[in-house]
């Protein structure tokens, strides 16, 4: 299989796919991922029509979920995995018997899509940070807080990816993760990178989409560059 891969600094980034790459990396203290969600795509009536997000995330394939054998507990301490609502019955059971311990965390948005869909509405974004011995979550009491609160990202700021994280809500994750290494199998633009650099952690990032590698890229180079 044909796989690029550029070093910036502290951070190493392949492009390629991650069910093939990941198992060649070995040992990560933290896998952090945004992994494809797994949610009903459409709907949404009359504001729906009119945003194209939602049809970037399926032209994407970002709304068919993931495998999670991508997750392996014999080749990371913790994991920290985003996620739709709709996948945590089955994502709970499947870290409960991989890790030790786990916390369901929130990202609470500022500025929610004005949807609901005959369901709630999308306020909250999940994530679960998983660890086993030694890896539990790190930093000042203030900072061990399950939920961040976060405008999601606009216009520039999200960087032509429909599903970009927010610098805030992943320099909280990464401040969180214990140990030296962060890896994330499911990159995008980026964003865990970005967070890993500047917290002065080593990186390794894998995406299979050209474009968001690029971004990436350019991302990460900033981040390293601004450190001096
Ligand atoms: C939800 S997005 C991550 C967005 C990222 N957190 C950010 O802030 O930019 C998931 C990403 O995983 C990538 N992806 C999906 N399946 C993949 C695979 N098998 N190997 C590598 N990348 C994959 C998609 O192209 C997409 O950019």
């Known amino acids: ?21 990941r198992p060649t990396l070995g040992w990560m203290d933290a896998d952090v ?11 949404g009536g009359h504001y729906r029509k009119s945003r194209t997000g939602m049809d970037e995330i ?23 995995v985003f996620c739709h609502n709709d996948q945590l019955p089955k994502l709970l059971p499947y870290l ?22 005959k369901h709630y509405r999308p306020v ?6 998983a660890w086993n011995d030694g890896f539990h979550p790190q930093g000042e009491l203030a900072d061990l807080d399950r939920q961040i609160v976060a405008m999601s990202p606009r216009g520039a700021d999200k960087f032509g990816h429909p599903t970009v994280k927010p610098d805030a809500v992943m320099d909280k994750i990464v401040r969180n993760v214990a140990g030296e290494t962060v890896c994330d199998p499911f990159m995008g633009t980026g ?9 002065g952690k080593r990186f390794v990032g894998i995406e299979h989409n050209p474009a968001h590698f690029e971004t990436a890229v350019r991302r990460i180079t900033e981040a390293v560059e601004a450190l001096g």
């Open 1 to 21: 299989m044909s796989r690029t891969i550029v070093n910036i600094g502290p951070a190493r980034l392949y492009l390629g796919d991650s069910y093939a790459i």
């Open 58 to 80: 399926m032209e994407q394939g970002l709304d068919q979920g993931f495998d999670h054998s991508i997750i392996n507990p014999l080749m990371c301490g913790a994991v920290v």
């Open 191 to 199: 964003s865990t990178g970005v967070a890993a650099v500047r917290a």
């Open 96 to 117: 409960d018997g991989s890790f030790k311990r786990q916390a369901v965390c929130i990202w609470r948005k500022l500025n929610p899509q004005p949807v609901a869909n």
């Open 124 to 129: 909250m974004e999940f994530y679960v940070h």
């Open 33 to 43: 991922m945004d992994p494809p969600y797994v949610f009903r795509a459409a709907g």
